[in-house]
């Protein structure tokens, strides 16, 4: 992206987050389904990108079901932003009215234990709205890390909005994340990842869907390393104002084995979890880009 594309891109979001807030609720939500709209129609690379993902998960859809699918994939995707954007001005009141998770003691009694927890999760509905959750509604801070962003005031502008919300941030670059994650966890505390794709060009191969992708080995290795408890989480929209979500069971460390192939059986055991949740709700999976093997570019990796 050009320095003006990147410019052009921080001066978007800010708007997006001094003005979409101050909006009356029902107003947002009707902008984000017409924006969600357009851009649907217009069929742009996110788009077909998001129905060849869809087509992966829905193997048997007609190409009529994938066009709806992606049109409230879309409409989905937006729904998190217009509410990402409003969040910062949402009582902790409104907040515990619009989440209910399933299975939430396994996150309490872990954190209870004194063990430590890592939530992975997938980009399903609304992750940062979760983590408000977590934070206002719970009770329970926690440290995540941030893919770093171009422009860098744009990254600046996430990381101070997620801070905001009660989240400490690390950057996913630099090589010091892991160790500060592992400090957090062996202090009894929360870690939430987001896991359905690696960034690094050096994840874990992981069959998801019946195909080949990669996913991060961090949340496995975390767990190895400190002791702490690896639950994957998944999220979803229904027809109401309430995002939904559930704790699955916790993926212990195989008995033997080496640490790599602990890990290939862990993060397995995620990409199974997330498959799950994503099959169930696959219009609010947000994957508007590469992920499988076959589709990456290996001079390039990710996109």
Same mark, same amino acid.
């Given at each position: $992206?050009?320095?003006?594309?990147?410019?052009?891109?921080?001066?978007?979001?800010?708007?997006?987050?001094? !003005?979409?807030?101050?909006?009356?609720?029902?107003?947002?939500?009707?902008?984000?389904?017409?924006?969600?709209?357009?851009?649907?129609?217009?069929?742009?690379?996110?788009?077909?990108?998001?129905?060849?993902?869809?087509?992966?998960?829905? *193997?048997?859809?007609? *190409?009529?079901?994938?066009?709806?699918?992606?049109?409230?994939? +879309? #409409?989905?995707? $937006?729904?998190? %932003?217009?509410?990402?954007?409003?969040?910062?001005?949402?009582?902790?009141?409104?907040?515990?009215?619009?989440?209910?998770?399933?299975?939430?003691?396994?996150? @309490?009694?872990?954190?209870?234990?004194?063990?430590?927890?890592?939530?992975?999760?997938?980009?399903?509905?609304? %992750?940062?709205?979760?983590?408000?959750? /977590?934070?206002?509604?719970?009770?329970?801070?926690? !440290?995540?890390? /941030?893919?770093?962003?171009?422009?860098?005031?744009?990254?600046? #502008?996430?990381?101070?909005?997620?801070?905001?919300?009660?989240?400490?941030?690390? *950057?996913? !670059?630099?090589?010091?994340?892991?160790?500060?994650?592992?400090? #957090?966890?062996?202090?009894?505390?929360?870690?939430?990842?987001?896991?359905?794709?690696?960034?690094?060009?050096?994840?874990?191969?992981?069959?998801?869907?019946?195909?080949?992708?990669? $996913?991060?080995?961090?949340?496995?290795?975390?767990?190895?390393? !400190?002791? /702490?408890?690896?639950?994957?989480?998944?999220?979803?929209?229904?027809?109401?104002? @309430? +995002?939904?979500?559930?704790?699955?069971?916790?993926?212990?460390?195989?008995?033997?084995? @080496?640490?790599?192939?602990?890990?290939?059986? +862990?993060?397995?055991?995620?990409?199974?979890?997330?498959?799950?949740?994503?099959?169930?709700?696959?219009?609010? %999976?947000? $994957?508007?880009? #590469?992920? %499988?093997?076959?589709?990456?570019?290996?001079?390039?990796?990710?996109?």
């Amino acid at each position: $992206m050009s320095a003006v594309g990147e410019r052009l891109t921080d001066a978007l979001y800010g708007l997006g987050w001094a !003005t979409v807030r101050k909006l009356p609720e029902p107003v947002a939500a009707g902008l984000g389904r017409r924006i969600a709209d357009t851009a649907w129609r217009r069929r742009g690379q996110g788009v077909l990108r998001l129905e060849a993902n869809l087509a992966r998960v829905v *193997p048997d859809a007609s *190409p009529q079901r994938l066009a709806e699918l992606s049109r409230a994939g +879309m #409409r989905s995707y $937006m729904r998190y %932003w217009m509410e990402s954007f409003r969040l910062p001005s949402w009582s902790a009141e409104r907040v515990g009215r619009s989440v209910e998770v399933k299975d939430v003691h396994l996150l @309490t009694d872990g954190l209870a234990s004194g063990r430590g927890v890592v939530l992975a999760l997938p980009h399903l509905a609304n %992750w940062d709205l979760a983590g408000v959750w /977590a934070t206002r509604s719970l009770g329970v801070p926690f !440290t995540t890390v /941030a893919e770093r962003l171009k422009p860098e005031s744009l990254y600046d #502008r996430f990381v101070a909005y997620r801070e905001s919300l009660g989240m400490e941030v690390l *950057p996913h !670059t630099g090589g010091s994340a892991f160790g500060a994650l592992a400090r #957090r966890l062996r202090a009894g505390g929360l870690v939430c990842l987001v896991a359905d794709r690696d960034l690094s060009s050096s994840g874990v191969e992981v069959d998801f869907f019946g195909e080949r992708a990669r $996913m991060p080995a961090g949340p496995a290795l975390l767990a190895q390393h !400190t002791g /702490a408890l690896l639950l994957p989480v998944t999220l979803w929209y229904d027809d109401t104002a @309430t +995002m939904r979500g559930r704790v699955h069971p916790p993926v212990e460390p195989p008995e033997s084995g @080496t640490r790599a192939e602990k890990t290939a059986v +862990m993060t397995q055991a995620l990409a199974d979890a997330f498959a799950g949740g994503i099959a169930e709700h696959p219009e609010d %999976w947000h $994957m508007l880009q #590469r992920l %499988w093997l076959a589709d990456l570019d290996p001079a390039k990796g990710p996109k």
